[in-house]
């Protein structure tokens, strides 16, 4: 590949307002040099290394991310606070546990159709999946072949994206049930989080404490 | 001693895992009387603080009766001979919960790390040059809009009563020259700028034929404008973008 | 200026939705790290011009301008005409909301006509179904056989495949959309009756647990 193709590889993925793949970036300059020129999706690979380095050598404040099948610029987390500074107001709020849930179940059994999700969380989960639809972090994948066809759901790019993934190969692997089974920080685990909550609680259930509804021992 | 947080529990699987976690309870021999005492303790408390319970819930209480009274019966076996355990599906249902219940606090790490990386905000500085193959221009605009555009800038003509019947003298070397006198002056035109002052209907036809000669001679390239039914006319060297 | 507000500045600009002005930058950094921070508007114009200079150095696509008093990423001119093509490939891609919902109306009520299309949007949708009609995702699909006969339209597999259906069937209908949100009504239904069934049983087993047959401890 010609130097120069560095160069325009780096500006595509710059100029890029959402990740873009090494194919799009090859046929690109294809369509724009002709078919006969030398770059292959492995040069862009490289490409995108070799830039990387460069801008850990000079200290730049973003890097190119693989992120969501394709490539983008991001800025180093540490400078995050001064960013978020300037953009507060429309900083996006965190997901909540529901979604987050909702989201890992849909993200390891997708295409998964609604009544699977609430079988396994033991809640309708109308509400969740509407708010999920909407953020576009799911998407409807077409239906089950199930009895009354129910839509099934699945990832999108922008579930990739939140979570900072390439694909969907990448995420953490799920424990096997047997193993959850056998743990012996099954108890303690996250006991901590949930004191923290409950004490919060202490304070404002007073009154419902003194009518006796308590549910501890 | 504790208190519950109502809103703590995203449904009656997570509530029950709480009991078994805060109690240190073995998940395959759950205690399912005390268990249940606690649940209905629970729902009572939300209905005291007037919440609204969840059906799922109650659903839970409703199954969790159910085990109680099997529990009590005489033990059933499967097809192997060998007992089953009225708790089974419910065990199931709570390691599978929890297996994806870990999983959205993994999430919740993604998601806290991945907040910390911004992507770029502004796009406009970026210079792009529409494609120059006339083809990649084409793809872009068809001849479906060009027609649209010349038959709505003849629909759209002011009109005027013509008494005279005149001759015209407009021919396609003198529109090509009009439209590229256009163009060279300011690189580019939209089309209903260009016919704007024409008023017979012949002018605009001949300027609108002149118009897709440049086209194919490469002279002139075409690109969609924000206007619907409209386009730009903007000028190619040899075929190429200035 | 301490180094690290090189890298500050460099991310800042580079996140930021629109030119930011070195007084905004200063603003940011004093916020975050205290007033005493010793950052100037002059520090700032300095990195600026410091940053170029490594861009420039080291070929990189992209430089920073001062435009609209404000400072903002742009990549070099001499790669504008690949990311020109990319930029129209994506929007000859995606489908204008205006085409979202024309598609959606012929999807939902094919096979339709152009007028049937136009009562239903209010707006005169020539242009729309010309583009969808271009982009293959709608066709002709026939005749309607009342007065002027007028065009029948329909989608296409290409229509299918753009949105990742296998048949037509496999639409969301507009009834399952409106399942999906939550109907806090229905849930209080719900909730009237489980509640009558679960005070029959827990008086029901009673009576069992006073027996003292409890098996589970």
Known sequence: ?217 | MYKVKLNTFEGPLDLLLFFIKRDELDIYDIPISKITKEFMEYLHLIEQLDLEIAGDFLLMAATLMQIKVRMLLPKEVDEKGEEIDPRADLVKALLEYKRYKEMAEEFSVMEYNQRKINFRGNFSADQKEAPEEISALLKNITVFDLIKAFQKALMERPKEIVHEVKKFNITIDEQIEFIMDFVEKSNYVHFLDLIRNMHEKIRIVVTFIALLELVKMNRIGINTSEKLNDFVIYKLNDGKDL
Do not use: H
Not at chain 1, 168 to 178: C, F, N, Q, S
């Open chain 1, 1 to 217: 590949m010609e130097k120069i193709y560095k160069s325009v590889i780096e500006s595509l993925i710059f100029a890029s307002d959402e990740p873009i793949g090494a194919s799009e970036i090859v046929r690109a300059i294809k369509e724009i040099d002709g078919d006969d020129i030398d770059v292959t999706n492995k040069d862009v690979e490289e490409t995108v290394d070799y830039l990387n380095n460069c801008y850990e050598e000079n200290d730049r404040a973003f890097r190119i991310l693989r992120i969501a099948n394709g490539f983008t610029f991001g800025t180093k987390p540490e400078y995050a606070k001064y960013i978020g500074y300037l953009s507060s107001e429309k900083s996006r709020r965190r997901l909540s546990q529901a979604a987050l849930e909702t989201l890992a179940i849909i993200a390891y059994k997708q295409p998964i159709t609604k009544p699977e999700i609430e079988t396994i969380r033991g809640v309708n989960s109308d509400y969740i999946i509407n708010s999920l639809l909407e953020k576009n972090l799911i998407a409807i994948k077409g239906r089950a072949e199930t009895i009354g066809r129910p839509l099934l759901y699945g990832t999108t790019d922008e579930f990739l994206m939140y979570f900072g993934l390439n694909k969907i190969a990448d995420l953490p692997k799920p424990r096997e049930i047997e193993e959850i089974m056998t743990d012996s920080d099954f108890i303690e685990q996250k006991r901590k989080i949930m004191m923290n909550e409950i004490e919060e609680e202490l304070e404002d259930n007073t009154s419902t404490e003194e009518n006796g509804f308590d549910t501890s021992e």
